[in-house]
């Protein structure tokens, strides 16, 4: 028997009209972890959907040779039978129902007469939460925990099925540092329990950590496979692999222009919507100027989307306080439609589910915030939206084959562009972008900074909230960071690094003063 | 982006669509070969109008309340509670017909309001708020009837459904002035086509080639000259039409063409990507609601006018055929997605099966099991349309 406990030969899997998989190959060692790298679209999550059974045997090319057997899987429960048990990106998790209910859900643990035995359930959970290392009871609903958490919990569950070889789906993309830091811990953990691991994941210093090896897929193709003990697998060495391109900088050169103020935020404190006495802003108080990039860097769960969401409109919290100056002079922004009137622009976090319609075609999501501007007594001239629309299509490079292309299909960097583009045409003077870049590959990445760099050459001002400091230091001209709701540090981007940001972003709430 | 569109992209670019109008043709077809044309004569397409306007109006209102994500269930209630008010203000109290109408349009207004202040500013969901409004309004109209009919009307109350344009232009056998008014209709619309046709292309749009385009016209005008013809020669041009016509055509313009309708489909689509957007979700909700009302009292007039009287259990069930046409007609049942055309369209299906299976003598029980698997299969053919352009993706 081979030291492999897959390989997957010459896999072709067609979709009509496209190619999504072509002969690609992939050996993952025993008791390894195999990092997939690849730009959005690349093939990764096909790959990987053809290796759990999501599309069954018949409808790909190619042979999987799991355990040194031919594996013909034709269903999630097959593959996941023999020990082959994949984590989504998107928590498969149901809120409502306990720790324990969820680890064994469709797998539960009968008792006597087909009833479930719930004390064996809760025992066994309590068993392979000790094993993930997560110190909660197993009858908490599962809507109360946090998504690292939750996280660890689908990993519970896997284990639960006497997983052999794990599959996770950009298992950090939702998590803070710290949470990230714990899955990576619990991933070598299990590889010493013989655990064989493979992560599809973008952040590459990740990847780096934590990998055996590497795999690079690009177009449907593998491109190579990085042994990641070497030490000329660098971040660099990989993003070169996955752009098929040298990317001299990762972020492109600007030279800041900074003007004068444009928006001033003074105490701005905001209370939790449902637990009133929580404060989860608490006095806040920044500036950004014209022409100018500011970050703003926290952990998860320090206040950030709540502070831009509380500025853009009062769309989040309660007894909101505080005061917000434009241009030197004092505004309102108690709706959404007051804040874009002041030229405010808000970009969220979550692009599918408060971005996009995504049953809308890009067009209309283009127009969505600024149909007052083409329309006249409430009547919209159609003609004048397409071709609004054509213009941000091609200035920003959405790539699709026309601007009715409904915005669901598209993929995260294009989602992205269009909810850029539909603030950009609001022509806002400030646009608050929220992780501007979660889940997208290094090429959109790049193409998202040099609209930012587009933005403030033009003389607007940007907000960039992001949980990648590396981002943050690259693109910012001033860095903002905030710890438990209050602003804790304002770092010149020339004195910043991460260590600096760190420290100033896990100040602990009895030293901020 | 220019381009000549040909045929194939024409029918292909929206399946939801024409998918319809294909069953569409398809049902009226096999009605007129089972009823040996009796469907298609003059007498039966005038009665067919008459006989589901209504519906239709009333599906006008509710595919905008499916488009923004909501149900409504009480507009069946509201129909026969309006249609009481009018009645016995005009036929007990004696006053005009036309306070009957404008009484039945206010309270119609007023009950939508209610139901629109619920949902949109206490936020309940609407399917809840019309639950109670159904029973509501049927209670309130046992209340104002007193548990008894009324009638008649009279004209020229009774003439709003029931009239007829006719003679007005004299006529050798048929109705010159029905004629005109449909020859004058295709002119409108093939002026309106053409321009919105020469805009497209000043904006370097891709448009269908001459050729197709003027086969599309002249294809419209033979089917609505067609059905004028039928008319004239029947009883002349039905005076609901002419509401109807207009209902239809300001309500398309109004979901297609305004900021109004462009956040309805907004709400519908992503609620909290709507409200991020600056629309005031509240307020749209509400005029949705408050819409459905007052097309309620539209088809509450309209069905008493028909009915010339009123009853207590006037008006039951047609909130489940007003549903039930805006579904067939390609409405989503998550919100987002649907047209007012394709509601119509929706509306006729089930008015041409519901006729024709009356013509063929068919029992009333096998009507409505025909009717159900008909929503049913409509529904299932959206969903697996949707699934396959998302594997397509």
New interface residues.
């Given amino acids: 028997m081979s030291n492999n406990i897959l390989e997957m030969r010459s896999i072709t899997k067609t979709f009509p009209g496209v190619k999504a998989l072509q002969d690609v190959t992939l050996e993952v060692a025993r008791g390894e972890i195999h990092a997939i790298c690849g730009e959005n679209g690349a093939g990764k999550s096909t790959l990987m959907k053809v290796l759990s059974g999501v599309y069954p045997h018949g409808t790909y090319e190619g042979d999987i040779v799991y355990e040194g057997k031919h594996a013909q899987f034709g269903s999630i429960n097959d593959s996941e039978h023999v020990g082959v048990v994949i984590i989504h990106q998107e928590l498969a998790l149901v809120p409502y129902l306990s720790v324990a209910e969820n680890i064994f859900l469709g797998n539960e643990q009968r008792g006597r007469g087909g009833l479930i035995d719930w004390n064996a359930t809760n025992a066994e959970a309590a068993k392979l939460l000790a094993r993930v290392g997560l110190n909660e009871n197993p009858t908490t609903p599962v809507g109360t925990l946090g998504v690292g958490k939750q996280q660890l919990i689908e990993i519970a569950k896997a284990l639960s099925k006497q997983v052999k070889l794990l599959i996770l789906d950009e298992p950090t993309a939702a998590l803070n540092d710290s949470d990230s830091e714990h899955l990576l811990d619990l991933l070598r953990h299990l590889k010493g329990q013989g655990i064989t691991s493979i992560m599809i994941s973008h952040k590459l210093n990740e990847i780096a950590e934590i990998a055996d090896r590497t795999t690079i897929i690009r177009d449907g193709r593998t491109i190579e496979t990085i042994d990641m003990s070497l030490p000329t697998s660098t971040q660099d060495r990989i993003i070169k692999g996955m752009v098929g391109r040298d990317l001299e900088h990762r972020y492109p050169e600007r030279t800041p222009q900074v003007g004068t103020e444009v928006l001033r935020v003074e105490d701005w404190t905001v209370h939790h919507p449902t637990q009133m006495d929580r404060t989860v802003v608490d006095r806040a108080s920044f500036n950004v100027r014209r022409g100018e990039v500011v970050g703003i860097a926290g952990l998860m769960g320090a206040g950030r989307t709540e502070l831009a969401m509380s500025l853009f409109g009062h769309s989040y919290g309660r007894n909101i306080t505080g005061r917000v100056f434009k241009d030197g002079k004092e505004i309102k922004t108690r709706t959404v439609s007051e804040a874009i009137a002041h030229g405010l622009a808000y970009a969220t976090e979550d692009r599918k589910k408060y971005g996009l319609n995504l049953i809308e075609d890009i067009r209309r999501n283009i127009s969505a915030a600024n149909l007052d501007a083409l329309s006249s007594r409430g009547w919209v001239n159609q003609n004048e939206e397409l071709k609004v629309a054509e213009e941000y299509r091609a200035s920003l490079n959405i790539k699709a084959p026309t601007v009715m292309a409904l915005t669901g299909k598209l993929s995260g960097g294009n989602q992205q562009k269009v909810v850029l583009a539909k603030w950009i045409y609001t022509d806002a003077d400030v646009l608050i972008l929220d992780e501007p870049t979660r889940g997208i590959d290094v090429g959109a990445k790049y193409e998202i900074y040099t609209i930012i760099n587009r933005l403030v050459a033009a003389g607007k001002a940007v907000v960039v909230i992001s949980s990648e400091l590396p981002e943050l230091l690259g693109i910012c001209d001033r860095i903002y960071t905030l710890a438990f709701g209050r602003i804790t540090g304002e770092v010149p981007v020339a004195q910043a690094s991460q260590e600096r940001l760190m420290e100033l972003m896990t100040q602990e709430k009895e030293q901020v003063q | ?1 220019t381009g000549i569109a040909n045929i194939r992209e024409l029918l292909t670019r929206n399946m939801r669509q024409s998918g319809i109008y294909i069953a569409f043709v398809l049902i009226v077809g096999l009605f007129a070969i089972l009823t040996d044309g009796l469907s298609l004569s003059p007498n039966n397409i005038s009665n067919l109008v008459l006989q589901y306007s209504y519906i239709l109006i009333l599906a006008i209102g509710m595919v905008i309340v499916i488009i923004a994500g909501h149900i409504d269930l009480s507009v069946g209630s509201i129909v026969a509670f309006t249609g009481a008010i009018s009645a016995t203000l005009v036929i007990k109290g004696g006053l005009p017909w036309w306070m009957g109408v404008l009484v039945a349009l206010v309270v119609g207004f007023l009950a939508g309001a209610w139901q629109g202040f619920w949902v949109a500013y206490v936020g309940i969901p609407a399917f809840i708020v019309t639950l109670a409004g159904m029973l509501l309004f049927r209670g309130g109209t046992y209340l104002v009837l007193g548990n008894i009919s009324l009638s008649p009307f009279g004209a020229p109350y009774s003439d709003i459904a029931a009239g007829f344009q006719n003679g007005l232009l004299g006529g050798p056998g048929y109705d010159v002035f029905t004629l005109l008014i449909f020859a004058l209709a295709v002119v409108g619309f093939a002026v309106s086509q053409w321009r919105s046709r020469s ?2 292309v ?2 370097q ?1 891709a448009v269908e080639a001459l050729p197709l385009f003027a086969l599309k016209i002249v294809a419209v005008a033979a089917v609505v000259m067609w059905f004028a013809w039928q008319l004239a020669n029947s009883r002349g041009l039905p005076n609901v039409l002419i509401i109807l016509a207009f209902l239809i055509m300001a309500y398309s313009l109004i979901t297609s ?4 309708g ?2 309805v ?2 709400i519908g ?2 609620l ?9 979700v509240r307020r749209v909700n509400f005029w949705v609601m408050t819409n459905m009302g007052i097309l309620a009292g539209v088809a509450g007039v309209v069905f008493s006018s028909r009915s010339n009287g009123a009853q207590p259990s006037a008006g039951n069930m047609f909130e489940l055929d007003a549903i039930a046409a805006c579904f067939i007609g390609g409405a ?1 049942t998550t919100g ?2 649907g047209k007012v055309t394709g509601a119509m369209v929706g509306g006729l299906i089930m008015a041409v099966m519901s006729n024709g299976m009356q013509i063929l003598g068919l029992d009333q029980s096998i009507q409505q099991v025909v009717k159900g698997l008909v929503l049913l299969l409509a529904v299932a053919f959206d969903i697996y349309n949707k699934r396959r352009a998302v ?3």
């Fill in positions: 982006m805009a497209r000043a904006y749009q063409r305004t900021v109004f462009r956040h489909y907004a689509g992503n909290s990507a709507a409200q991020l957007s600056g629309v005031k989503s987002g997605v594997t397509a993706g």
